[in-house]
């Protein structure tokens, strides 16, 4: 019989077969899959793609060695062995969640900082500009921006406090007080 059902196959009696194999078995196929992957969708799938199988292989249900269930279920099993498989050959995915942002954000902001910092230095005069830059650029302490500049630190400090007061004094001053870059 299974050898006359593969040739003589018609469409009909294939989705009559794969319909009354899903109302029979589909129950007991979904509670597994469920129960294997933890996930109701992703069973669906599994045994959506176990149907299909069972569709490309109607000899299977048919020939009379052993038990159709027990065909579909280990089916199921390798179709599912096989999914676990190739998700974790791939690194695995992390879901944005917003109280814990991305480690690398995005850096637009930090651009348009960097852009109205130097239009407000452009607008100090070049002994303030250069005691801010080795200062807060460079990462120097006031002797050594004082060393650097051959002035005394005194005047380091000095200049230092009235570059940081006309800064806060003009417009862009203000916009970077209220972004906090400029304290």
Do not use: C
Not at 1 to 7: E, G, I, T, V
Not at 16 to 21: C, E, P
Not at 36 to 46: M, S
Not at 120 to 127: E, G, H, I, W, Y
Request: a positive charge.
């Amino acid at each position: 019989m299974a050898a006359l059902w593969s040739r003589n196959r018609e469409p009909a009696a294939d989705e009559a077969l794969i319909r009354s194999v899903y109302e029979e078995h589909g129950r007991a196929l979904l509670a597994y899959a469920t129960r294997l992957t933890g996930d109701r969708a992703a069973a669906e799938d599994v045994v959506q793609e176990t149907l299909v199988r069972a569709w490309r292989n109607p000899d299977v249900l048919v020939n009379g060695k052993g038990s159709v269930r027990g065909w579909l279920l280990t089916v199921a099993r390798n179709i599912i062995t096989d999914r676990f498989r190739a998700k974790s050959a791939r690194p695995p995915e992390v879901p944005e969640v917003p109280e814990k942002p991305p480690v690398q954000r995005d850096h637009a902001d930090s651009v348009v900082d960097s852009v109205v910092v130097l239009e407000a230095l452009d607008q100090l005069s070049a002994d303030h500009r250069d005691v801010l830059v080795k200062i807060y650029f460079e990462g120097r302490s006031v002797s050594e921006a004082a060393a650097a500049l051959g002035v005394a630190p005194g005047t380091v400090k000095s200049r230092s406090h009235y570059a940081l007061r006309t800064l806060r004094n003009t417009s862009l001053g203000r916009q970077l007080a209220l972004k906090g870059v400029a304290g």
